[in-house]
Structure formats: structure tokens, C-alpha cells
């Protein structure tokens, strides 16, 4: 007497299909690294890193897609570099009024 499974028996349904990645949430990692690291620009990507994050986080919570920790990455180094530009900025500023404030003897 031989066993033969029946054809239905070892039946397993396919595994879901994976969830989508988010692409702002991609776009906002690499502004937020560019933000850091290109310089004079850096400012106004980081301001468009946290932007496009912020919004990419909402639509990760909303539509359940991938890529929560890309955007959160994305508004991390968008902070940083935003923050890092406007000191520099501020500095330069400061710089240029003590120097035109200067009088000699």
C-alpha cells in the first residue's frame, strides 16, 4: 500500500506580496545626506529634506508602504544640515557687521 498525497493536501497560498517603498521617503534621504554635504545649497536642500520626509512619514502611517526609517533618516540629516548652514549663515552675517562697524584710531 503506497501513500500519494493528494494534490490539495500540501496546498500553501503565496506569501503576500511585498509592501511598496515609499519614494518621497527616499528622495528626502538622499536631500537630507546632499544637505549636509553639498555646501551653499545645503540650506535650501535641507529645507526641501524635511518637507519631503514629513510628508513621506504621514503617507507611510496612512497607506502602510516601506521606508519609515529612510524618511526618518531623511528629516534627522535635514535638521542637521538645515541647522548647521543657518549657524554658518548667522556667523557670516555677524562677521560682516563687526567688520563694517570697525573704525581705526
Known amino acids: 500500500m503506497s501513500y ?23 528622495a528626502g534621504f538622499v536631500l537630507g545626506i546632499l544637505s549636509i554635504v553639498v555646501p551653499y545649497i545645503g540650506f ?17 502611517r496612512i497607506r502602510y508602504e516601506q521606508g519609515r526609517g529612510l524618511a526618518i533618516a531623511g528629516l534627522v540629516c535635514g535638521i542637521v544640515g538645515t541647522l548647521i548652514y543657518a ?19
Open 87 to 105: 549657524i554658518l549663515i548667522l556667523l557670516f552675517l555677524l562677521f560682516v557687521y563687526a567688520a563694517s562697524s570697525y573704525t581705526p584710531y
Open 44 to 60: 535650501l536642500l535641507g529645507i526641501v529634506a524635511i518637507i519631503l520626509s514629513a510628508i513621506s512619514l504621514k503617507e507611510i
Open 4 to 26: 500519494e498525497p493528494n494534490e490539495y493536501q500540501n496546498y500553501y497560498p503565496p506569501p503576500p506580496p511585498p509592501a511598496p517603498m515609499n519614494g518621497k521617503s527616499i
